[in-house]
């Protein structure tokens, strides 16, 4: 069997099948791309073999998976089968026993085999220390409702680079946004995606990214990329408010009435009490417009201060009455 670092493994792993032979909650907690997850142990029985090695010998817990393993010899072999490649890459955590056994069996019955050398924690260093070099970023900035991420797929489509931070997250930034997303994967696994993402580009252009704040709902952003963020030039998108205000009003109108109510009352302390009652009496008659107004006034008096910090980072100040994303896009690019 052949043992690959992290590129290697990587770059194969994009037409190659990846086992992840770890256990469930391992796999669950963070993972390669497109790896498929084949538990040499459940979670209960890693917890049982490691109690072993810790409270007995090493020589105990050996045996003890190998009772746990033998009855899945015969599945981890139908499983490889089905994936329908002759050459399969395998890791574990450490790159240690759990790797090298599976890929023994699997050689045994005829496949080529190779494994990640010190397993995904050498994985998880490669991916945090990406980041530890300089990024061509350019930051998009704004108050809420100026279509960012909208903008920041149509600058894409006219040829530059970005990633999208929310997307990943499964996340948009404010209450009302966090109404709208899916289930979030850990900050691990955020972080992963990170990599994966900004290891496709190509990193003598520019990479455009959202003004983000270090934690995306429950996630964090690595913190080396959200140093570097804060540090790289910056474009103020500033959309005139009403504009704003229709912008959100369709944004989220297949949000339900029960959690836009809930959404206002958890920033009720920071819209404050007169205004939060007012919101929510505006929610209850159906006039979004002027529910949207009112919870604007909060959000743009907190991220007014964000951006008035980021002064010296401000390349293009670019005032629009414009809600076309593609026509934004445009004119950023024409005079940045």
Known sequence: MKQLDPQEFLSLGEKLPIIDVRSPVEYEQGRLPNALNMPL??????????????QDSPQAAFKRGLDFIGPKMSGFIEFAE?????ELLVHCWRGGN???????????????VSILNGGYKAYRREALEFFDQPLPLMVLTGYTGSLKTEVLYALQELGEQMVDFEGLACHQGSAFGRQESEEQPTSEQFQNLL??????????????????SMRIGRVDLVAELYHQKEQSPHVFLEVARPVRVKNLVLNYRHVSLERLV??????????????????????DHGDAPEAAAIILKYYDKRYGKSIE???????LH???QSSDPMQIAQEILSKI
């Open 195 to 212: 990599f994966q993402e900004f290891r496709k580009l190509d990193l003598t252009r520019r990479i455009w990214v959202e003004d983000e």
């Open 318 to 320: 670019l005032e629009t």
């Open 82 to 86: 089905g994936l329908q490649s002759q």
């Open 262 to 283: 809930l959404a206002t009352k958890s920033i009720q302390k920071k819209l404050g009490k007169k205004e939060a009652r007012q919101a929510l009496e505006f929610i």
């Open 98 to 112: 759990r790797s090298h056994s599976v890929a023994m069996l699997l050689e045994t019955n005829g496949f080529n």
């Open 41 to 54: 142990l459940s979670d209960e029985e890693r917890v049982i073999v490691g109690t072993l090695y810790k």
């Open 309 to 315: 910090g980021k002064r010296d980072h401000i390349r």
